[in-house]
């Protein structure tokens, strides 16, 4: 049932099913505080919390999480992509505040059509800038950050703002721990032209022709280096097409799990599992699972 009070600051705060929230549709009840500045962040970050972005990369459990749920709205999900004057030079473009909770899909396009160039690469990813950047989600044709100025990382201790220099960030890694919100970042852009941008948009959409269309959180695992990628290898182990209740392998891409319909937490838990048996190659989760202790 959804309960709606506002906080001491503001906040708005509902018990909402978080399956709305994750692109498998997946996932029971949590308290979702909805703040939209620092001050309601901070009333929600007293008690133990947990930070959503877009939910595309989520396995929630069907009895959902105790802790907060915490959605950036309002400025934290707007976007000032006007150049700083004081930042920029004539060969790069620094933005103002770009918020956590603003839709990465949505970004990119602006980007595009000001022919500002650098994040291109990450297009079809259905993130939030926060979540995107917590990852350091990307495509081989580029990750968030290429495109990274500088970031504002709020704590229960404090603000604090940091450059990627100050990140050990790699792969689908940011550096960023756990828990540390991602409030803000100011993007540094390379000046282009709107064709072009979309020209190499384009060109990176392609390698997505072959991923499924039904819901899912994305890669299950990520690539482990050098030899073939999760995706082979689970193809290799003839898993494509398995379904553990209403969860699949992706018939089209051995590293999407698809929701059918009705996939609860436990079945796709269950194709993690069996994925892992069949494989003989040790695969390191790309999904992030809440609460952890789930796999
Ligand atoms: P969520 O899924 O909501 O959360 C993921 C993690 O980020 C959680 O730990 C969460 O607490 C943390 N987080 C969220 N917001 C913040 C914040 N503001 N500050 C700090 N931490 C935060 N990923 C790729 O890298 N490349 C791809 O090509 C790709 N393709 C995808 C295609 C599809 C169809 C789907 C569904 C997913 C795909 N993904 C891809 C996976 C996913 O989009 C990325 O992992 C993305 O970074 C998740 O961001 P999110 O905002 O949805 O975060
Ligand atoms: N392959 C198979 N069988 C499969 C899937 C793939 O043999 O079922 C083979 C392909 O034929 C290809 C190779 O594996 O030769 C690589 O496949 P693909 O081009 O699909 O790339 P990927 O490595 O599987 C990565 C990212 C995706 C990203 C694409 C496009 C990881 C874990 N995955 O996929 O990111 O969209 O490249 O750049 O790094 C994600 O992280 O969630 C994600 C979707």
Redesign the pocket.
Known sequence: MTTLKASRTGARVERQPLARYTTLGVGGEAEVWFVSDHAQLAEAMEAPYRILGGG??LVVADEGVPERVIRLTGPLAQADLAPDPQLSTPGQVVTGWVGGGVPLPGLIRKLQKLGLSNLE?TV??PAQVGGAVW?N?????GETFDGLHSLEIVTPGGTRHVTPDDLAWG??NSGIPRGHIVTRVRLRLRPSTPEEVLARMDF?DQ??K??PKMKT???????PGGG?????L???AGL?GTRIGQAMI?P?????IVNLGGATAADVLALLRLIRERVGVPLEL?YELWPEELG
Do not use: V, W
């Open positions: 595309s990369n690469g079809g990813i990852m989600a990307g495509t081989r044709y792969y689908r990176a390698a997505r072959g991923q959180p994305g890669c299950a695992f990520k690539n073939k990628g999760a995706g082979q689970i193809d290799e494509k992706a089209e891409h051995a590293n999407f790309e």
